[in-house]
């Protein structure tokens, strides 16, 4: 048996194990062990410790979350945890990452769906978060690994679907930060759907941003005004074109705006943005 297989054998006995266990146990109990691992995970620097602690982490969060309380629960003193809910009340991502080594991150999530029981779908844990193309579909097992901050519930022609903004980073240099797209098909998650129209009928299925990791970048949703707008980045000369370690913020702002006709929303430059 290879050692590959072996490993895999030993994670479902572990995960069956861990998931009787917490099954057994009061939600205040699991939160406490959960809150005790996050806080483990954060100051362990052993690479391998830290693989397992997150796997623990996975098997005893997806049990709480299978549970009605924990759509409504908040999480504050699980330090580390990132959890968005929609305003329609059926669906929360929740999203965490650790540092390995000097700067690698490693990206972890769960998105939870409340159907007639709780649905709990992990995505796959990202030692190293890749950036997704603006057209790729993605479900949980190629999942490019990001921290969730918004969630808009809209109508789309599959649906009910989320619009999640994110932040991501892969490189050092590099800071990425993303509109897409969260919804279901057949009971499975999927990512990205041909919404965003940047040209006439020219649609992405998510916008993504990748720019300096010394600069921020405004990413943001009015309400009033039905869209989503975010700095306009460029590079710091014309030298630089197309190498996004040298983008940065130039004093204008875009937008995507909502077409409730077309369930689409509509690219806009240069827009004018009040201050806040």
């Not at 406490?32 to 410790?49: G, P, V, W, Y």
Request: charged content about 25%.
């Amino acid at each position: 048996m290879s050692q590959r297989l072996k490993n895999v054998g030993i994670f479902c006995c572990l995960f069956f194990f861990f998931a009787s266990q917490a099954q057994q146990r009061s939600f205040s109990e699991c939160e406490f062990q959960l809150n005790k691992l996050f806080s483990r995970l954060k100051k362990d620097t052993i690479a391998e410790t830290q693989t397992r602690i997150n796997d623990s982490i996975y098997i005893i969060f997806s049990d709480l979350l299978q549970r009605n309380i924990s759509l409504d629960y908040d999480f504050k003193n699980t330090g580390g945890l990132k959890k968005i809910v929609s305003l329609d009340k059926r669906v929360a991502v929740y999203s965490w990452c650790y540092l390995v080594g000097k700067d690698q991150l490693v990206f972890n999530g769960i998105v939870q769906r409340k159907g007639k029981t709780m649905e709990v779908y992990p995505l796959a844990s990202q030692k190293t978060a890749y950036v997704p193309s603006d057209n790729q579909a993605i479900n949980t097992a190629n999942w490019y690994g990001a921290l969730y901050f918004d969630i808009f519930p809209f109508n789309s022609k599959q649906g009910k679907a989320y619009i999640l903004l994110g932040w991501s980073q892969n490189n050092p240099n590099l800071t990425m930060k993303l509109i897409d797209v969260l919804w279901f098909d057949k009971g499975e998650v999927r990512f990205g759907l041909p919404i965003f129209e940047v040209l006439k009928n020219e649609y992405l299925s998510r916008v993504v941003f990748q720019y300096n990791n010394e600069v921020s970048m405004t990413l943001l949703y009015e309400a009033k005004k039905h869209r989503f707008v975010f700095d306009h980045l460029a590079p710091i000369n014309m030298g630089f074109v197309g190498d996004y370690r040298y983008y940065a913020p130039d004093s204008s702002y875009d937008a995507y705006k909502k077409k409730s006709i077309k369930k689409k929303w509509i690219f806009q430059q240069d827009v004018e943005v009040e201050n806040n």
